[in-house]
């Protein structure tokens, strides 16, 4: 996972953050829940998706969105990595 520091001022800093990350073929990452709403723009690659109770394929171009405490996670199924954009939203005294 990849991080950077967003351009905004010390005086209002950004409500989300954003991460790059990657999954290797036939991997998955961890399954993820958290208490913050979240985005995911899949830049390359291809996997299935499960989230809830619910299965989809995610391709390049692709934006998945989940709500809080939403558990998610991508199995990729390609021959290369699968890399992906998150984009979440900070809770107050996070």
Partial sequence: MHR??????STGPAPFEVARWSVAPNTSNDLDVHRS?????????TG??????????LR????????????HQIRNDGPDPLVAI??????AGD
């Fill in 4 to 9: 950077a520091l967003l351009p905004f001022p």
């Fill in 60 to 71: 390049a171009g692709d934006v998945a969105a989940f709500d809080s405490r939403v558990p």
């Fill in 86 to 91: 998150s984009v979440y939203w900070l809770q």
């Fill in 48 to 57: 299935t998706l499960t989230f809830a109770d619910q299965t989809g394929v």
């Fill in 37 to 45: 709403r979240e985005v995911w723009i899949i830049v390359s690659g």
